[in-house]
């Protein structure tokens, strides 16, 4: 499927009735100038609910500061390139270009670029730190904001889609911080088994706010992240129900899913799905990452024994085949997303301003 036929163009989008919707916060100063004031109805209507003052700012800043082209802002954004253009023009005709421009460092935008140069990405978002800890707490808020922005933005077109979601911390913020908006038509589906413990980033409970939010179907895996024995895996992947979700999971348009990291403050030890043995014997084999259900090692080979013959995660042919966008924050998991990176996997990169320094400054 080619980017054109993926993304294709808005067609008469199916939008709820927003005043602001405001995702990737850059200022929250509204243009009252008398340009706005002479918009006809039809474009200040498009302007509040389509065309969020996030977005154009955003995109502003990357066509008249970094100079990409409208083309090349569609593909790392994930919006169709009407959508693009539009912005663009919403920029020029609510004349917002320069307080952008004045808010915003070109840094993140050439982070970006280097990241996606390093390790052949075809999309990056890098979000500002904003002057917190630049640990998985303190930047998690604005780097989930960041994925929000992207899945909404994927979103936009209404034709039937199938995106398979990943779960975890950070999954369950992007899916909190997305704005409702109608799309009867998109199914999402669980990449993971479930994790033992009731919470947020339960892969049950991503999926249903993404159902709440959007009107859309949504299947999980009835099965455990991590089971017993390789045998009760075989077991659970002949069941029909997880059978059903990995055929869907082999169509999906996108996947999109969380990094998790191997030790210490690990969503494996926060919800106690490993002991400490269990730990130890990952750490043994080198694992420092879990790339949506299959631990890998420092240079992002997959694991192949142990504890991940025992795991419930995404069928590694489509982790391979598919599109791929991942999203990380913290520099104390700047290893495993470098591992990540480094498998080959991966198709877009969503993560912190500090983050990406830091990758950028280890080797490849």
């Not at 929000?148 to 911080?177: C, D, H, W």
């Not at 700047?334 to 080797?363: D, H, M, V, Y």
Request: glycine share 8%; net charge neutral; hydrophobic share 40%.
């Amino acid at each position: 499927m080619t980017d054109r036929e993926r993304h294709g163009s808005i067609a008469s989008p199916e939008f709820e009735p927003y005043e602001t919707i405001v995702i990737y916060k850059v200022s929250s100063t509204f243009p009252t100038d008398k340009g706005i004031e002479r918009l006809s109805a039809e474009r200040h209507f498009m302007s509040r609910i389509t065309e969020t003052q996030d977005q154009v700012r955003d995109v502003a800043w990357m066509h008249y500061v970094a100079g990409l082209t409208q083309a090349e802002i569609a593909k790392r954004r994930g919006l169709s390139r009407m959508k693009v253009h539009r912005l663009v023009q919403a920029a020029l005709d609510q004349g917002i270009v320069r307080i952008f421009v004045n808010q915003v460092s070109s840094d993140c935008v050439e982070l970006e670029t280097k990241l996606m140069k390093r390790y052949g990405l075809s999309s990056c978002i890098v979000a500002p730190d904003t002057g917190l800890t630049h640990s998985m707490a303190g930047t998690m808020p604005v780097v989930a904001s960041a994925g929000a922005f992207y899945l909404y933005g994927r979103l936009e077109n209404t034709e039937p889609k199938i995106i398979g979601i990943g779960s975890g911390r950070t999954m369950a913020e992007v899916v909190r911080q997305l704005p409702s908006i109608r799309r009867p038509k998109v199914e999402f589906i669980s990449t993971t088994g479930d994790f033992a413990a009731l919470s947020a980033a339960n892969p049950f409970e991503v999926i249903n706010i993404l159902m709440e939010k959007t009107g859309g179907g949504g299947y999980a895996f009835t099965a455990p992240l991590i089971v017993d024995t390789p045998e009760d895996r075989e077991l659970f992947l002949r069941q029909r129900s997880v059978c059903k979700s990995r055929e869907k999971l082999a169509e999906a348009d996108f996947i999109f899913a969380g990094i998790g990291h191997i030790g210490p403050g690990s969503f494996f030890s926060s919800f106690g799905l490993l002991t400490e043995a269990e730990m130890a014997e990952l750490n043994g084999q080198g694992a420092v990452a879990d790339l949506v259900g299959n631990p890998i090692d420092e240079e992002g080979r997959f694991v192949e024994n142990g504890i991940a013959s025992r795991m419930l995660g995404l069928q590694r042919s489509v982790l391979r085949e598919s599109e791929t966008i991942v999203i990380c924050s913290g520099t104390e998991k700047w290893r495993a997303a470098r591992s990540a990176l480094r498998s080959g996997c991966l198709n877009g990169f969503i993560t912190s301003q500090s983050l990406a320094k830091r990758l950028l400054a280890e080797p490849a």
